[in-house]
């Protein structure tokens, strides 16, 4: 249900035509994602942790930071499906730390919800960068940073979820689905970061590295999905705003 809002005293928010694309580019960002992520399963020329022979990406058994690699498990040149990879999470890292930099105006209505927008969206761009850096550490180069790039970027964005429940709760001019799709992907997230610290060790066996792989997509797809739906909530609560 829509919050109620007197628009009498909404203070005008003229949106530059940069916001606009903004806002609307994550939408385009994320569906390229899964293009080239598709090329790249299909271009990949096989091998995963338990199988290096295995002659196909294997949905279930082979992370996504398999195909950034610029080998396989075999020492096969991965050059094609690497490129779409890595240049897709490129986009992905940029488009993050664009959207979020210009998200907090759609908060300053509230000087307590700027403030928590601000700062989500400090902690946000970090966590594209993260994202760049994994694009740019493959893992079996630069395995210690492609870990660290990996684990700072999930963390941090547990932190911006959680802060943009509390700046969409309170803010008037957010509906309220927002916030609970926040809150859906926090715990989600949660669950994965546990995954990732706790869970089994995906190169000891194949329920490992099952139980790894599909926890990683799901996050993943989680991931699009949200982006997808924050994106367009924000170019609608833009246009609202913009009474000039």
Partial sequence: ?????NVNTVVKNNVTSIEHLAFRLPLYGAIGFILFNMIAMVVYPGGTYQNPACESYVFSQNYFSDLGQTQTMDGTSNFYASFFF???????????????FYLP?????????????????????????????IALTPSNLYLDAHMFFVRWAFRSYLIVAILYIAAIYKSQEWENKYALLYIVFALILFGYVLIMEFGPDGKDSLYGLTFQVVSQKIIVIAFVVSTIFISNGAKEVSKNLNYS
């Fill in 1 to 5: 249900m829509k919050k109620q809002k």
């Fill in 86 to 100: 890595n240049n897709g999470l490129l986009i992905i890292g940029l488009l993050t730390c664009l959207f979020y």
């Fill in 105 to 133: 105006r759609l908060f300053k209505q509230n000087s307590t919800t700027y403030t928590i927008a601000i700062i989500a969206s400090i902690i946000a761009i970090t966590s594209g960068i993260a994202f760049s850096g």
